[in-house]
């Protein structure tokens, strides 16, 4: 992928996507499931199934918004003693193999263990373009953003339906790169279809950022892609947890998990083709 003038990856991403007229992709993998040594392949296996941008989860003992799938995954990461260094190590050995946008999803209470600065500084060294911050509070959010900014990553914050639009403005003057926006209320994972009112709120979020727009929770087939972009028109499907059991799933049957990476991305490309294109 080549770079924009900023040298940003996710940003060059959404702007090619919006000078070609095309939505895309940005699947969710938990940072050291199944093991450290598969990430580089499941990331390659993202990027040629059609991801513009992969967002990777620190595991973290205590999530703030994911649900069960993404939870237990982070649990048994935890258990085989992933740590926030063996996921960045992971990511640096993968990097040159891959052009597609890295960003971190990561929470604030280990970003702050870590020392914002320092893990902002190894995360852009190990390859990362960006981070979302999914339980930052507005009012502490520059904490977090501002060294992000300063090192030409992106920090993306959250919007959720019931977020008053005067805040939704400050939110996304808070955010670069792009602003997360929650499909619907409650946690990761749960059923798709609940689309009614997406459109009103995309459009509504439109007029107070210049932004690209990125919508998860509850995204999990080809047909939520589909009515997440095409039709409540957002920038970018945020898949996560429908992906997640798929590479549980093969790693308990000792199958590969880069080709059911692969295999999930790839079909939910389909979402992403207007009809008759």
């Known amino acids: 992928m080549s770079l924009g003038a ?164 400050r939110v996304a003057r808070a955010c670069s790169g792009f602003v997360y926006v929650l499909a619907r209320a409650g946690i990761t994972g749960g059923a798709g279809g609940e689309w009614r009112g997406l459109s009103a709120r995309i459009a509504e979020i439109r007029g107070v950022t210049d932004l690209p727009l990125a919508c998860g929770f509850g995204v999990s087939t080809a047909e939520d892609v589909r009515a997440a972009v095409l039709e409540a028109g957002a920038d970018a499907a945020i898949v996560g947890s429908a992906l997640v059991r798929r590479v549980e799933e093969a790693a308990r049957a000792g199958k590969d998990a880069a080709e059911a990476t692969h295999r999930f991305v790839d079909s939910l490309r389909a979402g992403l083709a207007r009809p008759g294109a």
């Not at 996921?87 to 040159?96: P, Q, S």
């Open 6 to 169: 900023g040298g940003n990856r996710v940003e060059a991403a959404f702007a090619r996507l919006r000078a070609e007229g095309r939505k895309g992709l940005m699947p969710f993998l938990c940072g050291g499931r199944p093991s450290l040594g598969a990430m580089g392949g499941m990331l390659a296996a993202a990027e040629r199934g059609g991801a513009s941008v992969v967002e990777i989860g620190f595991p973290f003992s205590d999530p703030i918004a994911d649900g069960p799938v993404i939870a237990a995954a982070m649990h048994e990461a935890l258990l085989a003693g992933v740590t926030p260094r063996g996921v960045l190590d992971a990511v640096a050995a993968a990097r040159a193999g891959v052009g597609v946008g890295i960003v971190a999803m990561v929470s604030v209470s280990l970003a702050h263990r870590l020392g914002v600065r320092d893990f902002v500084r190894d995360a852009k060294a190990a390859g990362f373009d960006g981070f979302i911050f999914p339980d930052a509070p507005l009012e502490e959010a520059e904490r977090f953003a501002g060294p992000a900014r300063d090192s030409g990553m992106t920090a993306s914050l959250l919007v959720a339906p019931t977020t008053p639009m005067a805040r939704v403005e």
